[in-house]
């Protein structure tokens, strides 16, 4: 059971780890949003999905852990939360835990924020390029000519040639 212990709190701590890196490269995106090229917001993208491939694969790593202890305990796996594994192990190993959880706990919600500021920021920023492109679209659907007057006007619709 010591060993299982280890390795959850070791998992719990690379998963602090992972939350923080994917915290700063957001920090990184926000700063730069409207600021920084489209190849550095690629980059920004490919390493925000390499790092929650890493969380997800450390979260099946945590649930196999807590599958196993389950085991051990004799209780069903989808009952054993964190809080009841730090209620039956010693304090000091149920501190450490515990300290994990409220760190993992206060960057997620700091991610979660970072994450919606972000995508608001994003979506604004599209608005003016969008509309441009609209803009852009219907003036070249009107084609423009000049008047007998020599006056700017747009040309009347053309129909358009059906094959026989």
């Known amino acids: 059971m ?3 212990l280890t390795s959850l709190i070791q998992i719990l701590s690379y998963e602090v780890e ?3 890196e994917l915290r700063v ?3 990184e995106e926000s700063k730069g949003i409207g600021r920084i090229s489209a190849s550095e917001l690629l980059l ?3 390493s925000k999905q390499h790092i929650s491939r890493k969380i997800a694969m450390t979260e099946v790593r945590r649930i196999e852990v807590v599958q196993e ?3 051990k ?3 069903d796996s989808k009952e054993l939360t964190l809080s ?5 192990v010693p304090h000091e190993i149920g501190q450490s835990l515990q300290h994990c959880y409220e760190q993992l706990k206060d960057i997620i919600t700091e991610i979660q924020k970072l994450a919606i500021a972000n995508g608001s920021l994003s979506k604004a920023r599209l608005k003016p390029i969008e509309m441009s492109l609209r803009f852009i679209a219907d003036w070249q659907k009107e084609q423009k000519t000049y008047s007998i007057a020599g006056v700017l006007q747009n040309s009347p ?3 358009s040639r059906v094959s026989v």
Request: zero cysteines.
């Open 84 to 88: 009841k594994i730090i209620l039956q």
């Open 18 to 20: 992972l939350h923080e």
């Open 157 to 159: 619709e053309k129909i």
């Open 73 to 75: 305990w004799k209780m």
């Open 69 to 71: 202890m389950a085991t």
């Open 2 to 4: 010591e060993t299982l």
């Open 44 to 46: 920004l993208q490919s």
């Open 25 to 27: 490269v957001l920090q």
